[in-house]
C-alpha cells in the first residue's frame, strides 16, 4: 500500500523543500513545511490508510539514508513523537550503496518487537524516486513478520526532461494539488 502525498516536480517548491529540510544547514522553513503537510495528511487520511491494511498502523519506520549518516533519520527526527506510534530501527547493509535503484531482498535489517500481537508497520520516506528502497524495506517488515506495511511519502519524484512526464505534469497543472482527496481512495 503506497500512498504519495502530492507528486514533486524536480524544478518545483516541494522537491526543493525536500531536499532542503536534511541539508546542512537545514532549512528549517522546510522542516515545518513538510511537517505541517505530514502531519495535516495523516489527519485527514490515515482512516483510508488504515483500510486498506486491515488496520491502523502500529508502528513508524523511516527509510535510513544509505548515504551513510549515521544517527536517526532526518524525517524520524523532524516527526518526534507526534504520530503516538512507536519507531522501529531499520539497518541498511553497507553491501548496497547509495547508487542501487532496484530492489534489494536483503538491503534492510529490521526487528520488530517480540511480544504485542500484530506489527502494522507505517513506512515514512520524503522521496519516491524508483521505490526500490522503501519496497526493499517493506520487504524485509514482511519477512520479519509485518501482517501488512503501508508507505507514506512526502513527495512522488517527477522528471520533467522525461518525455512521459509530460502527461503527468499536464494533469497536475489544476488544481496543482488538492489536501482533501488521497491515493488511497482512488
Ligand atoms: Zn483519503
Known amino acids: 500500500m503506497v500512498v504519495p502525498i502530492p507528486y514533486s516536480p524536480r524544478t518545483g517548491q516541494h522537491h526543493h523543500h525536500l531536499r532542503s529540510y536534511k541539508s546542512t544547514p537545514a532549512?528549517?522553513?522546510?522542516?515545518?513545511?513538510?511537517?505541517?503537510?505530514?502531519?495535516?495528511?495523516?489527519?485527514?487520511?490515515?482512516?483510508?490508510?488504515?483500510?486498506?491494511?486491515?488496520?491502523?498502523?502500529?508502528?513508524?519506520?523511516?527509510?535510513?539514508?544509505?548515504?551513510?549518516?549515521?544517527?536517526?533519520?532526518?524525517?524520524?527526527?523532524?516527526?518526534?513523537?507526534?504520530?503516538?506510534?512507536?519507531?522501529?530501527?531499520?539497518?541498511?547493509?553497507?553491501?548496497?550503496?547509495?547508487?542501487?535503484?532496484?530492489?534489494?531482498?536483503?538491503?534492510?535489517?529490521?526487528?520488530?518487537?517480540?511480544?504485542?500481537?500484530?506489527?502494522?508497520?507505517?513506512?515514512?520516506?520524503?522521496?519516491?524516486?524508483?521505490g526500490s528502497r522503501a519496497q526493499s524495506l517493506a520487504h524485509a517488515l514482511k519477512t520479519a513478520g509485518a501482517s501488512s506495511v503501508a508507505v507514506v511519502v512526502l513527495g512522488r519524484h517527477v522528471r520533467p526532461e522525461h518525455a512521459a512526464s509530460r502527461p503527468l505534469l499536464k494533469a497536475i497543472e489544476e488544481p496543482m494539488f488538492d489536501l482533501s482527496v488521497c491515493a488511497a481512495e482512488h
Open 27 to 130: 532549512s528549517t522553513q522546510a522542516r515545518w513545511n513538510l511537517l505541517a503537510l505530514l502531519l495535516l495528511f495523516l489527519r485527514e487520511h490515515l482512516d483510508c490508510v488504515s483500510r486498506r491494511i486491515g488496520g491502523p498502523p502500529t508502528h513508524a519506520v523511516a527509510v535510513p539514508s544509505t548515504r551513510g549518516k549515521p544517527g536517526p533519520h532526518a524525517l524520524q527526527e523532524l516527526i518526534g513523537n507526534r504520530l503516538r506510534l512507536p519507531w522501529l530501527a531499520a539497518v541498511p547493509n553497507p553491501r548496497h550503496g547509495p547508487d542501487v535503484r532496484s530492489f534489494q531482498a536483503d538491503w534492510f535489517g529490521v526487528r520488530l518487537p517480540e511480544q504485542g500481537g500484530l506489527v502494522r508497520p507505517l513506512i515514512i520516506d520524503d522521496t519516491w524516486t524508483t
